[in-house]
């Protein structure tokens, strides 16, 4: 499961670093928190989270471990998507699907978390 985080933490590091260029270019900053969220959540988080299961597989083994990458992965696209249309096209009506992808998401950071202290364990510690 690490290496399958990392890999799709990088297609949202494509896709923040091209949004970033994008805004660069046109010099027009609307989609400034799509980028953000996108290199941060996706990006960043992931890839740390993705090096945390690689380093430490009981983390990816656990039940917590695949309940994260499912949540997060559901949540962040929806929560990204839903934003940039809010912006992209002014459609207020994708508030509720931006929430939901960010409780998603949020949940899932959460439970990442609580599988961290519950299963990382010090070397030779039951």
Request: aromatic fraction near 12%.
């Amino acid at each position: 499961m690490g290496k399958t985080l990392i890999k799709i933490s990088t297609i949202y590091f494509v896709i923040g670093t091209l949004i970033g260029y994008y805004m660069s270019i046109v010099h027009h900053y609307d989609l400034t928190p799509v980028h953000v969220h996108i290199n941060l959540l996706g990006w960043t988080a992931l890839t740390l989270a993705g090096i945390l299961y690689h380093l430490f597989p009981q983390l990816a083994a656990s039940k917590l471990g695949k309940i994260h990458f499912w949540l997060h992965n559901i949540g962040l696209p929806l929560m990204m998507a839903g934003l940039f249309l809010m912006i992209a096209y002014q459609l207020e009506s994708l508030t509720a699907v931006i929430a939901g992808g960010a409780t998603l998401t949020t949940a899932g950071i959460l439970i990442f978390a609580l599988n961290v202290w519950m299963n990382l364990k010090e070397e030779g510690a039951v």
